[in-house]
């Protein structure tokens, strides 16, 4: 993993590392899905994207209520006004999410009009049961899978030897994840597990979080998927 462009997202030896590596079958077939490769090479069918945009905006709503529960548990002040940040920033993105979709044909009232498909149900509401259930540790682990896994996919893409650097019509959405803005946001998500692996005794419940971190990453690879079914 060393030679590897996203090797450091996490501390050498910290919970998120040691999460990714127990899931490592898991976590490939999330961030180098096909899916994920179709977007690489630009031959991702228009359909399974405009699934997937869809969804995706869906998705962000229920992202921003866990933020929200993150707030709740958070373990500290600082966390706290940290969590409402990233909320209004969710809740931002979600405009510029419908605009983006519009740019794809996909007008708003069909957006809100979708229903959420089985894949953003079980994901959705996996990542929050388990913020209910257990506490801010927990709800990171769940939601990990997510921030620091699409600044890994967009790692994987730019390094990819058959991706299509000239004409690729995905290259706005490459762009985005590739942004240095959101690699750092990654990467401080991955040293945020590893500080709370050692707040939170994370190396003695490594068993239940690596659990629910390889679940987040499964989820993750069905929600590509949906949109290859809906192709």
């Given at each position: 993993m060393a030679d590897t462009p996203w090797a450091d997202?996490?501390?050498?030896?910290?919970?998120?590392?040691?999460?990714?590596?127990?899931?490592?079958?898991?976590w490939t077939a999330y961030t180098w899905h096909p899916f994920v490769q179709g977007i690489s090479d630009g031959t991702l069918p228009l359909a399974a994207f405009r699934r997937y945009?869809?969804?995706?905006?869906?998705?962000?709503?229920?992202?921003?209520?866990?933020?929200?529960?993150?707030?709740?548990?958070?373990?500290?002040?600082?966390?706290m006004r940290d969590k409402t940040a990233g909320i209004a920033?969710?809740?931002?993105?979600?405009?510029?999410?419908?605009?983006?979709?519009?740019?794809?044909?996909?007008s708003e009232a069909e957006v809100l009009g979708t229903p959420e498909s089985a894949?953003?149900?079980?994901?959705?509401?996996?990542?929050?049961?388990?913020?209910?259930?257990?506490?801010?540790?927990?709800?990171?682990?769940?939601?990990?899978?997510?921030?620091?896994g699409y600044g890994e996919v967009a790692l994987r893409i730019l390094a990819d030897p058959q991706r299509r650097r000239e004409g690729n019509p995905y290259q706005s959405w490459i762009d985005a994840y590739a942004a240095p803005d959101y690699q750092a946001m990654a990467r401080a998500a991955a040293l945020r597990i590893d500080a709370l692996g050692e707040s939170h005794g994370g190396g003695a419940r490594?068993?239940?979080?690596?659990?629910?971190f390889a679940e987040a990453a499964r989820l993750e690879a069905r929600f590509w998927q949906q949109g290859l079914d809906a192709a």
């Amino acid at each position: 993993m060393a030679d590897t462009p996203w090797a450091d997202f996490g501390a050498e030896g910290g919970l998120f590392q040691r999460l990714r590596e127990a899931c490592a079958g898991d976590w490939t077939a999330y961030t180098w899905h096909p899916f994920v490769q179709g977007i690489s090479d630009g031959t991702l069918p228009l359909a399974a994207f405009r699934r997937y945009l869809i969804q995706d905006y869906l998705f962000l709503i229920h992202f921003a209520r866990a933020k929200a529960l993150a707030v709740f548990k958070a373990e500290s002040i600082q966390a706290m006004r940290d969590k409402t940040a990233g909320i209004a920033a969710i809740l931002a993105e979600t405009q510029l999410h419908l605009g983006y979709c519009a740019e794809w044909g996909l007008s708003e009232a069909e957006v809100l009009g979708t229903p959420e498909s089985a894949e953003t149900v079980s994901y959705t509401r996996y990542v929050i049961d388990r913020g209910l259930a257990g506490d801010i540790l927990d709800l990171e682990v769940a939601l990990a899978p997510c921030t620091v896994g699409y600044g890994e996919v967009a790692l994987r893409i730019l390094a990819d030897p058959q991706r299509r650097r000239e004409g690729n019509p995905y290259q706005s959405w490459i762009d985005a994840y590739a942004a240095p803005d959101y690699q750092a946001m990654a990467r401080a998500a991955a040293l945020r597990i590893d500080a709370l692996g050692e707040s939170h005794g994370g190396g003695a419940r490594f068993p239940i979080l690596s659990a629910t971190f390889a679940e987040a990453a499964r989820l993750e690879a069905r929600f590509w998927q949906q949109g290859l079914d809906a192709a």
